[in-house]
Structure formats: C-alpha cells, structure tokens
C-alpha cells in the first residue's frame, strides 16, 4: 500500500504517458511544470487532468519552473518575469487541485557573494504577495535547498515571513552534495516548517539522482528523526527512470509503514 503522503517525480510533458501507469499503481505525481508547458496548455487542460487525478483519490504535487527564474533577483525586469511565471504555476497548481508547490530559491553564493543581504531582502519583499494568494488557494509553498551550504538562508526566508503557508522542501541529495551540518542538524533547524521531502541518492559527487540505497547517503538520521518528532511531511521520490522509481519504491515503501 502506498503512503497518502508520498508522490513520485513526473515531468509534466510526460504526464499522459505515464498516466496509465500511475492511476493503475496509484502513485501520486509530483508534476515537474517548465514554462513552456504553461504557454502551450489551456487552462481547461490542467482543470481536465486534476479532475482525473481527484476521481482516483489520487494527490497532485506540482514543481514550479525554476529555469532563469530568481525571486531574490536585483535586476526588476527578472523579478517581474518570475513572479509572472510563479503566478501562471499557482493558478495551474489550483486547477490541479494541488495542495503543494515547491519552488527553488534562486540564491547561488558564487554569483550573489557579497550581494547576500541586497538579494535576501529581495526575495522577503517578493513572496508575501505568493503567499496570499496561495492561502487563498488551499496551497502551501515549500522551498527546496539546492546549492545550500546550510539552512540559514532558507530559514531567514520562511521564519522572516513567518506565514503559515510558507516552508521548507528538504532535498536529501542536494543536501549531500553541498550541506555541511550534519543530516541531523539540518532537519532540526527547520523545525516544524518542514513542509516536504524529496528523496533520491549520490556518491557525493553529482546529482545523480539514483534510487534510495543505490548511493552513499546514510537516511538514518532521517528515519529517526520523523520517528522522534512525529513529523510526517509529504515526500517525493525524485527517479528520473521507472526502473530507478522501482528500486526507491521497494527500499522506501518498509521504512514509511513502520513510520505508520
């Protein structure tokens, strides 16, 4: 039986091929939108596919567009385009009946440097006007860590809004890639707002995207700690083959019922 909370990674130009399979398996997607699929698509289009997905009591995620998209931008012109694009993801994710958008941050320390604080205010000055709009909606907003180091940045975003559709989507490998406090610290200091997980594994190298247990990341202290805390996030398994999905499936699908 597959967990009500858990998704699994489809882009969003494959969907109606992988259809089928999913509404057969009764795997939720978390549905990875580009900005092309929002231009090519019809708004009836995206109300037609949720609907599908509600009459099989199926969940729907949805990943907003990320691609030179940044909401911490200083230039006002890329600001605007986001937010343009941001707004698009809301309205599709409604119509959806998606109840969770994950968004990237944008923040890269090797472009912005010492432009930190000039970006962070920002990105504090861009999100409140998401985050009405998606309460109004029924959906929350979860910040993916991708090129982060520590939390910090992304907590002085949440915790600085301080509203309660606005948290944290942890990604495991990204984590593995580029954090430096340990597994355990960095789920401690998100706290409560810990809206969402992404789950796949690496060597430490690459973001290779390899299914749960074919890396080198040690999820104990995952495990543990949504054990300790009684936390229970929805969760994304990011395979980007149906085989990888497989292997995350069966090394996942044991841990999640002993959760239960």
């Known amino acids: 039986m597959v967990p009500s909370f858990l998704h699994v990674h489809v882009p969003f130009r494959q969907v109606e091929m992988y259809l089928p399979s999913l509404l057969e398996r009764r795997l939720q997607p978390e549905l990875g939108l580009q900005a092309i699929d929002l231009d090519l698509h019809e708004p009836g289009y995206f109300t037609n596919l949720g609907a599908r997905f509600q009459a099989a009591s199926l969940a729907v995620t949805v990943h907003a567009p990320f691609m030179d998209l940044n909401p911490g931008a200083v230039e006002p012109l890329v600001q605007q385009v986001t937010l343009q694009r941001f707004l698009q993801t809301l309205d599709a ?4 009946a998606a109840r969770l958008v994950v968004f990237h941050p944008g923040y890269d320390s090797w472009r912005y440097g010492k432009q930190r604080r000039a970006w962070l205010q920002q990105a504090l000055h861009f999100w409140p006007q998401l985050c009405v709009r998606a309460e109004r909606l029924g959906i929350r907003l979860a910040l993916e860590n991708i090129y982060d180091e520590d939390s910090v940045l992304l907590r002085e975003q949440v915790d600085g809004l301080d509203h309660p559709s606005f948290g944290h989507c942890f990604d495991i490998g990204h984590w593995a890639l580029f954090g430096k406090p340990t597994l355990t610290e960095w789920l401690q200091s998100l706290d409560t707002k810990l ?46 083959s149906q085989t990888h999905l497989d292997h995350s499936l069966a090394a996942v699908l044991p841990l999640l019922d002993a959760l239960n």
């Open 93 to 96: 994710a409604d119509r959806l």
């Open 195 to 240: 809206f969402h997980l992404h789950l796949h594994d690496n060597f430490g190298r690459q973001d290779d995207h390899l299914p749960v247990g074919a890396g080198q990341i040690d999820f104990t202290p995952l495990w543990s700690h949504l054990t300790e805390t009684g936390l229970r996030p929805s969760i994304t398994l990011e395979a980007h």
